[in-house]
């Protein structure tokens, strides 16, 4: 990777980067193999999935048997450096001590940020979910509509590479035709529930994951890519067969050594560095965007981590993507005689409507499971799952929007737990841990949030990270309708779990109780919404500021609304689409 | 109690985290007898030692005693080797003993560390091991490990819980059933132990075959 240090900066480059996740994964290489020289600052360590994966190692080469702790959250091996609910010295505080009112913070700290751990879920926006308030009067329309994203949402499919199926069921769009890969087959406990569950009108299809189900089409997807462009086209078809088909026998959540799956690192930045037009330089901290006497962004100042010291770069345009989150704290630390509260927060908008995903789970054992024939089950996460299916009973449940249910089942690598539950000891108890092992499931609902004035971030007033910069305080507060929405999610897990014959562990009636935390479903979006008035948003619909038009916010900070569809394709299709304008504007001579 | 969910399985459930400090709070008040028995020295109270980190090098081999100290007297960590294997004695012919893997450094790995999850089983263990051979020496005059299966049976029998437990047991079943978690868990997530449970992932194949037709007969899909 080109992966730089400080002495080898350039005196001024075309854009900055900041963030080296989804989004300014995207945008570097969609910058770069447009010719564009980008420099990419990331506050984490250099991370090299091909080198640093622990592919194969069982939960018994971990210490504790890989058991979660405060510093690794999701289990030893999971592919999260520096990260978790907290990071050492860079607190965010909580303005209410009301647990209801809490705002977990998922953030890494490392090349690629979350992109290297994350489920790889990757739905499509639907046409309804980009105009959620003409449909129910709540929340936010986008200024743009799903046909201005469909050919980025096939573009980043192609690239990335997802598997899935084209259903055509409503509000949950098919792709052309050759751009996914084929689905893999359904577990046998999936196509259980696929079976039970049909009275219900309840489908269970084939979910979309980032993940090489068989290799890419590295001869028809670099012109469909990059057409009119040989020298990208050469440089993403090496790149596409450098990358295996996945192997069908670990957990994603580590990484993927093999490059079968998306990571930006294993994705996006080895073309973007064959480019030869992209700096990366880590453990750089962005603190804050400078601005020139004309108004426009010029540069960013960031810490760099390792000597502690503050030092600026200067480029003739920014993208941020540092999570929605970080990128809102950057705009509101970029304090200036012109923009006293921030940059490009004239609206006062920056930090508001940030938004998570609805989320409330439901275990429990299933008896027809048990003594189920040995076979693989391993590989690629869960293989199906529940788009929402109600759209026509909007109107009858008492809450706007809908969810869609991921759901797991079978055996999978042991861990902590495996056997604990059973009684006794000797061959009667080993015979029943058999029995037992795998013949579980557990349902997740992952639905959509509107935007509320009660949930925003804001700069704490008095609490600074270890370099002095101010931190984030979040205020959050769940509307009826998400509490609601959580209710039924409990309800539905509740009659699936007796429609297969099992045994619910114990559902909650209470959607307030159901309902996780906020920020715990780690959908973090938000923060500096687009809209087509400059009054009432941060951007516009090319993620561009309104205020400071070569400031692109290319995370999830300017979504104005947040789909139960998993929020990261979204991300890099609109990254994609912002930065192709950005690139146009800048060929104009516009910024 | 409960079964964990398939994708959710490398994390510690945190409602049973809440009933063993529950266990562990009761343990430390009970077992009488088990330091007038056991003259060795007791372990520290509070385990050091580096934890874990959030960058660690993650795909390397960890052993116990890699990242702190192991604690167990060598007696008690005999008892627990004693136990471990009691509890899951092999089924198939060429299977190694669960203490040949090195479980009971699991357990002892578990009960050093210095994490508030971990530690909390510190005195649950301890305790129960010492009062293990205290009871073994009550009943048989001889420490558990040196016992006839049959004699580590009839211990085991009044505490492991398939029975109505006696009051004066309950200390003791409280252990068992904390310790049975802890060996199970070390045992289960070895490579043998994949293989006695019937987990086959963790080996590259080219295709994802989906269910085999007895598993889809077994589920009445076929
Ligand atoms: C366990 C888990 C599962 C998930 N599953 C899914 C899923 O299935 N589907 C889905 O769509 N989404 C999923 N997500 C969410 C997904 O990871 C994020 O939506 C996605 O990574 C967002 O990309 P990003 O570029 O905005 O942020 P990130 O990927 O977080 O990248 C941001 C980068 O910016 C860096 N940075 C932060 N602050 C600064 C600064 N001040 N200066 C310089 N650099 C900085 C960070 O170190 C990081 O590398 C999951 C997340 C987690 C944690
Ligand atoms: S299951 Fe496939 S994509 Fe996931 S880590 Fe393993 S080989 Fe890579």
Redesign the interface.
Known sequence: MAIITEKDLQATYDVIVVGSGAGGGQSAYTLTMNGVKVLMLEAGRNYDPVTETPMFQSRADAPLRAMSTKEKPFGFHDATVDGGWEVPGEPYTQASTDPKQRFDWWRSRMLGGRTNHWGRISLRNGPYDFKPYSRDGLGFDWPLSYDDVAPYYDKVEMLVGVYGSNEGLENTPDSPNGTLLPAPKARAGELYVKKHVAKFGIPVIPIHRAILSTRQDHVNFPARLHPNNPKAQKIIAKAMQERAACFWATDCGRGCSIKANYQSTTVHLPPAHATGNLDILCNAHAREVTVGTDGKANGVIYIDKVTGQERAVKGRAVILAASSGETARILLNSKSNRFPNGLANGSGLVGKYIMDTVGAGLGGSVPAFENLPVHNEEGAGTHVYIPWWLYKDASKLGFARGYHIEFGTGRRMPGLGTGGASPGYGKSYKEEVRQKYGAGIGFSGRGEMIPNENSFCELDPTVKDKWGIPVLRFHWKWSEHETKQAAHMEATFAMMIDAIGGKARNPQADGSKAIDTGGRIIHEVGGAIMGADAKKSVTNQWNQCWEVPNVLLNDGSAFCSNADKNPTLTIMALAWRATDHLIEEMRKGNL | ?????????????RR?ALKWIGAAAAAAAVFPHASAQDKLPRPAATPTGQ??????V?????VPG??WPLTLTPKQRKAAASLTD????P?NPGDKLPSQLGVQE?ID??IS?P?D??SKDRPVITEGLDWLDAEAQRRFQKDFADLAEAQK?AI?DDI???TPVKKEFKSAQNFFGRF???A????????Q??K?????????????????P???K??G?A
């Open positions: 109690m409960e079964n964990i969910p398939a994708d959710n399985s490398g994390q510690i459930d049973m934890r874990i980190g959030t960058d660690p993650l795909n390397k081999n960890y890699d990242l009691l509890i899951m004695p089924d699991f790995e578990w560390s994490y999850e971990t049976c085991a492991c819980g398939k049975r978690y802890l199970a868990s070390g045992y289960y997530t070895t490579p132990g994949w006695d449970v019937g987990y086959v992932g963790n080996v590259p194949t080219v295709n994802f075959d989906g269910p085999t007895e598993a889809l077994h589920l899909l």
